[in-house]
T-cell receptor, first 112, second 117 residues
């Protein structure tokens, strides 16, 4: 079946450090891939997305490339800030009624 | 600002009582809404798909008689947890696909924290 696997958290980094959060997926066909972010006390927000192989999604300094050959969609940011502290979810969309399948989430904590 | 609202944001109820959670799309029409459950430090688990004017579609393992979903209008879906028990304590989140200023995307409500004592 379809599934998403993320690296386990929590991830703790110092400000301005490089961030990578790994995400791999299993899916039939060609799903769209997403990263969502959940700040403390808030709902999930779309961070970026990619709809086909080799697409790169980017937003707020974050980026992720849809790699079909490795079935991955790793999230990266060159220099994290304290305000990036949140939980990040990788997700895939398959066509059965627009349902998203989420990874388990990775908590990021950035220290000043 | 928020495009999907939920009410209440948190609720405490006694075991055996029922609790209703509302999910509203604020500035777009939502023919389909999704209800998720999120346990602490865990992912979102899709419970059901709520369709305006018709019956909800439940995911495998979700008790439809326990989690009643009503989607009576294009902007409102409700989830009622009937005869709640402590194991139903969780964070419930709704979402809907919508097209507002930008491309079609899924918007999430802020969630409702349910605690059953």
């Amino acid at each position: 079946g379809n599934s998403v696997t993320q690296m386990e958290g929590p991830v703790t980094l110092s400000e301005e450090a490089f961030l990578t959060i790994n995400c791999t997926y299993t899916a039939t066909g060609y799903p769209s891939l997403f990263w969502y972010v959940q700040y403390p006390g808030e709902g999930l927000q779309l961070l970026l997305k990619a709809t086909k192989a080799d697409d790169k999604g980017s937003n707020k300094g974050f980026e992720a490339t849809y790699r079909k050959e490795t079935t991955s969609f790793h999230l990266e940011k060159g220099s994290v800030q304290v305000s990036d502290s949140a939980v990040y979810f990788c997700a895939l969309l398959y066509n059965q009624g627009g349902k998203l399948i989420f990874g388990q989430g990775t908590e990021l904590s950035v220290k000043p | 600002g928020a495009v999907v609202s939920q009410h209440p944001s948190w609720v405490i109820c006694k075991s055996g009582t029922s609790v209703k959670i509302e999910c509203r799309s604020l500035d777009f029409q939502a023919t389909t809404m999704f209800w998720y459950r999120q346990f602490p430090k865990q992912s979102l688990m899709l419970m059901a798909t709520s369709n305006e004017g018709s019956k909800a579609t439940y995911e495998q393992g979700v008790e439809k008689d326990k989690f009643l979903i009503n989607h009576a209008s294009l902007t409102l879906s409700t989830l009622t947890v009937t005869s709640a028990h402590p194991e139903d304590s969780s964070f419930y989140i709704c979402s809907s696909w919508g097209e507002r200023e930008g491309p079609y995307e899924q918007y999430f409500g802020p969630g409702t924290r349910l605690t059953v004592t």
